[in-house]
């Protein structure tokens, strides 16, 4: 299906400027008119390791965590990556493996930077986690050919300010969004990047600065916990 009006009826965005409409009042405008099998796709990429899907597939395999080692927390977001990456949309496929890869490789890069472990900070079992696991003392991590993002990933890891690397990485993704999309007018493609790219907008319109650097600073800590230091 076509959504060439309620795109056209949508305002240009851009990472330099802000937004006018809600996120709320946007996603409500969209679930109006997308297909039941459209808005299944919108409601996927909303999902978090907290929904009851994942906690669903943690109830039903309650030995999970002893199998792969990781905090409960890292599984859930494991299981979410995974959730998605079944997902028979090529777009959100490729968008929650994109992602699971991005955080990967950067987890890696900066533990490798301080010396801390690799092995508990890679979630997933995709080839991009087996080869940072397998050469985590390559300079590429044997990932040449295998990841683009790679060079642009090890790049954003060098950058101290956490606020302004967080700032490159939605850059990144953006970018990843247009690219997907090139090929696609007023698809649900359209759609689902017009939503993601929002919510950057909308994630960086409702942080100043201290507070930016004050969530950061939980994030890196959380990260400390996560890979147990």
């Known amino acids: 299906m076509l959504y060439n009006y309620l795109l056209a009826g949508l305002d240009e965005l851009s990472l330099n400027q802000k937004q006018r409409l809600s996120l709320d ?10 297909t039941q099998r459209d808005a299944a796709l919108l409601d996927l990429l909303l999902m978090t390791k907290d929904d009851a899907v994942i906690s669903g597939i943690l109830e039903e395999n309650p030995d999970l965590q002893e199998e792969t080692s990781l905090s409960e927390d890292d599984l859930r977001t494991q299981l979410l990556y995974e959730y998605g990456m079944r997902c028979r949309n090529g777009f959100v496929r490729n968008w929650f493996e994109f992602n699971l890869n991005l955080n ?12 801390f472990d690799i092995q508990k900070a890679v979630i997933g079992n995709n080839e991009v986690a087996q080869q940072l696991r397998k050469n985590s003392s390559a300079r590429d991590f044997g990932l040449a050919g295998i990841l683009p993002e790679l060079n642009d990933i090890m790049r954003l890891a060098a950058i101290d300010n956490l606020l302004e690397r967080e700032r490159h990485i939605d850059a990144l993704r953006w970018q990843w969004t247009e690219e997907h999309t090139i090929f696609h007018n007023f698809e649900i493609e359209n ?4 939503y ?8 960086w319109d409702s942080l100043s600065r201290e507070e930016g650097e004050q969530v950061f600073r939980q994030l890196l800590m959380d990260l400390k916990k996560g890979i147990k230091f």
């Open 104 to 115: 990967n490789v950067l987890a890696a890069t900066i533990c490798r930077k301080h010396g």
């Open 196 to 203: 993601l790219q929002a919510a950057m907008l909308h994630r």
């Open 25 to 34: 009042d946007l996603l409500a405008l969209m679930r109006e008119q997308l």
């Open 191 to 194: 759609v689902l990047t017009y």
